[in-house]
């Protein structure tokens, strides 16, 4: 039962700062699915710097990685959304945007697990 209570608990946290992050941003931008990019990538960073520090750095809890990498991560990234997104801007016509929505979100979310995973070897 702890278990599923950590996983919720970090799901309920990620979800609720997916959403906030999204409605930011839409304000900001329009065509381009830019928030579900943002929330890809910085989703991307968080995991690859929290599943290595916690790995090669500090010793913690395993619960933490229910918490963090299941939880928060799982709810908080968006790959489900990204993958509609994309699809939508193909149907729309709209090629050459969601054939760099495909380009950008691969490669900027490896460069945030990777860079992540940098951050957390440093310290």
């Known amino acids: 039962m702890q278990t599923i209570l950590l ?12 959403y906030f992050v999204a409605q930011q941003v839409a304000k900001l931008t329009t065509a381009f699915p830019h928030g ?23 010793l913690v809890d ?17 790959f489900s959304s990204y993958a509609f997104e994309t699809f939508a801007l193909f149907e729309q016509g709209q090629w050459l945007s969601a054939v760099l929505n495909i380009l950008f979100s691969n490669a900027l979310c490896l460069i945030g697990v ?3 995973a ?6």
């Open 36 to 58: 579900t990019l943002i929330i890809n990538v910085t989703g991307s960073f968080v995991l690859g710097f929290f599943l290595i520090w916690t790995t090669d750095r500090v």
């Open 7 to 18: 996983i919720s608990l970090g799901a309920a946290f990620g979800a609720n700062l997916r």
């Open 62 to 78: 395993p619960r933490w990685r229910l918490l963090v990498a299941i939880g928060f991560c799982g709810g908080y990234t968006t």
């Open 114 to 116: 990777v860079l992540g």
């Open 118 to 123: 940098i951050l957390a070897r440093s310290l």
